[in-house]
């Protein structure tokens, strides 16, 4: 059941957080900041119930808060603002109304997260109000004129309470209006007359349909993980272009009748709401006429848009089509159950592949369908690892043979270097899938995750930043982006959107593992304790985020020993064999500031994982400072330099 308390209908959303608040906390010490945050968090909260207010959420210095009217919401800010005057603590308020979704996990909607990216454009003390907003307050506001915000398609125009008295907004992003229309999303095509046969068409058509635009340099194309989230929506186009930050959506329709196929496309100008063009395409059903379709559709697509296809015309394919309906059939079916990620809709995804390869040994697609299948088997645990990579090196070399230029092969192949920490050998293989399909989501992803790993944090920053603007719905994605934030030393922005990647996928535990991390860069050791005690083992009885080990552990460790309590992080190095994981119980022990049994433990480490190599080079500089200098320390930074492959003597990045 919904939560009862909050306002349902038209509800105006007011979002406060503090202004740099990491240079506050230096400046003045942990525990005096730690007292101005409890007089600003009192202050708000007075406030807000004061107008009729309710507190949907609040994590480090950040509020979330409802009001069923845009009046107590305004009065809210207004009291706010002026109580906390021109103390240390500067808060930026954002309002906007909206008729979000109340579920039983809270709001849902494309008008949730407004306010917050209004706000974050803001300056301490400043006080915005969205165009939704300002026609429902009986006040005078100043126009600031239209601006451009991350995540928010259109330009929205934005109105201040109080003099104009603040620098200019501190816009995210700016598109222009032609790059704004090369942005596409194109949705899951509907199937009419509901046969077995025009679900099959729908969802290959589609696939390849993005992967032909994908090709495409000048457009941004939604990767399809993000855009099937609407398969069945009754959502507004606007809602969607909003979500999705794209100005152009492609919309279809697939009907089958016996032995023909008939595609109905529109294309709709997403930021004004209207249809550009629409067609269709009715033919007979071969293969053939399949990919024919799809090129034409693509190029007159391209061509709407300004987009030179150029010499993509006949490379819009993973290598050469097939001439077996039935192969078609069971690649689509695959790609269909490999997009569950379970067990047994990725076992089914091996025997589906497995059969259209059969039939049609030259066809790349198959190929790599199953050789992603049998990866995340891999990944997953699913199965035997050394049988499982030794098929997937099969079917990838199989599939370059056949398709040399195939981004998605060669992102395959990337993913089999990782699984092997091959740093180098992952990372030549991404970048040469991006170079093949710039707009390729998967490839700059894992580009950004190996480069993590093989401490280029500026480097994964870029690729997870164009990652995330071709797959704004992946929860992984975003994570990642996280992660490069962290990394590259802004703590804020890697907990906001460590924040948003447990938004996209509730019980994403590894999102939930980075917020702790960025918590406690930023010194808020109460709320990081109270969200990575239940990541914890004893908490847990296991380890929650398999891939980082007892990272979510070694977090809480140093979150409780700054806090003051020395005895629950001695308990937590307690649980870890020493003989088992040197790591994890030096690294507990440097953060107990105990010098040399830290450095007792790493000597003897000989090799590194992810979750512990990501902690030496970005995660908890003030624990490793005492201990720079030391050659043990150096040991163990070459240590997981040469886990992955990467030559020693570089540099050592965020430590």
Not at 102 to 113: A, I, K, Q, R, S
Not at 539 to 554: H, I, R, S
Request: proline fraction near 5%; glycine fraction near 8%; hydrophobic fraction near 45%.
């Amino acid at each position: 059941m919904p939560r009862s308390d909050l306002p349902s209908g038209t509800v105006t959303f007011l979002f406060t957080d503090v202004e740099g608040s990491t240079h506050l906390l230096g400046e003045l010490g942990a525990a005096a900041y730690a007292e101005e945050l409890a007089d600003h968090r009192r202050i708000i909260r007075e406030a807000c119930t004061a107008h009729g207010g309710v507190e949907v959420d609040t994590q480090g210095d950040a509020f979330f808060i409802a009001f069923p009217t845009a009046p107590g919401a305004l009065q809210a800010a207004a009291t706010l603002t002026e109580r906390l005057g021109s103390g240390p603590v500067r808060v930026r308020v954002g309002l906007h109304t909206g008729t979000p979704v109340l579920t039983n996990e809270g709001y849902v909607g494309v008008d949730v997260h407004r306010a917050a990216r209004i706000a974050a454009a803001g300056h301490g003390g400043q006080v915005l109000v969205s165009a939704a907003t300002a026609p429902l307050v009986d006040t005078d506001l100043l126009d600031l004129g239209e601006h451009r915000f991350k995540d928010l398609a259109a330009p929205e125009r934005i109105f201040q309470l109080g003099p104009n008295r603040f620098p200019p907004l501190k816009t995210l992003h700016r598109t222009n209006r032609r790059e704004m229309a090369q942005s596409v999303a194109v949705l899951p095509f509907e199937v009419l007359g509901g046969t077995a046969e025009a679900e099959f068409l729908a969802s290959g058509l589609h696939n390849d349909l993005l992967t032909a635009l994908a090709k495409v340099p000048a457009l941004t194309v939604i990767s399809r993980t993000s855009v099937m989230g609407y398969r069945g929506t009754n959502k507004p186009i606007p809602h969607i272009t909003a979500e999705l930050n794209v100005g152009t959506i492609i919309e279809g329709a697939v009907q089958c009748a016996g032995r023909r196929v008939r595609l109905s496309v529109q294309l709709i100008d997403g930021v004004e709401d209207l249809h550009r063009w629409a067609d269709h395409y009715d033919r007979e059903l071969t293969t053939e006429n399949l990919f024919a379709i799809q090129a034409e559709l693509a190029e007159q697509i391209a061509e709407t848009l300004h987009a030179e296809l150029a010499a993509q015309r006949d490379v819009a394919r993973i290598g050469p089509a097939t001439e077996h309906l039935d192969s078609y059939r069971l690649a689509v079916e695959g790609r269909m159950q490999l997009d569950r990620m379970t067990e047994g809709g990725l076992q089914r995804a091996v025997e589906l592949f497995e059969q259209a390869v059969t039939l049609d040994p030259d066809y790349a697609v198959g190929w790599v369908g199953l050789a992603d299948s049998l990866a995340l088997i891999e990944s997953y645990g699913f199965g035997d690892s050394a049988a499982l990579l030794a098929r997937a090196e099969e079917a990838v070399h199989r599939a370059l043979e056949i398709a040399p230029d195939a981004a998605e092969a060669q992102t395959s192949l990337g993913l089999l270097a990782a699984t092997r920490q091959d740093g180098p050998a992952s990372l030549r293989e991404f970048e040469r899938a991006m170079d093949l399909q710039p707009g390729y989501a998967d490839a700059h992803n894992w580009h950004s995750w190996m480069s993590l790993l093989t401490d280029r944090a500026d480097a994964a920053l870029k690729s997870a930043t164009r990652a995330v603007r071709l797959n704004p719905l992946s929860a992984e994605a975003v994570s990642n982006l996280a992660l490069s934030y962290l990394a590259a030393g802004d703590g804020e922005s890697g907990l906001i959107e460590a924040r948003r990647a447990s938004e996209l996928s509730p019980g994403y535990t590894t999102a939930d593992y980075y917020q702790g991390i960025c918590l406690c860069e930023l010194g808020l050791y109460d709320e990081a304790v109270s969200v990575l005690r239940p990541l914890s083992l004893p908490e847990a009885g296991q380890l929650t985020v398999p891939w980082a080990e007892f990272g979510p552990d070694a977090a809480l460790a140093v979150a409780l020993q700054a806090s003051g309590d020395s005895e629950g992080a001695r308990d937590i190095l307690a649980e870890i064999d020493a003989d088992e994981h040197p790591f994890w119980v030096g690294f507990l022990h440097a953060a107990l500031g105990e010098r040399e049994p830290a450095l007792q433990s790493f000597s003897r480490v000989e090799h590194m994982g992810a979750g512990s190599t990501l902690v030496v080079h970005h995660h908890f500089p003030s624990v490793w400072e005492p201990l720079r200098g030391d050659p043990r320390h150096d040991a163990l930074v070459d240590t997981a330099y040469r886990s992955w492959a990467v030559a020693t003597g570089g540099s050592h990045g965020a430590q």
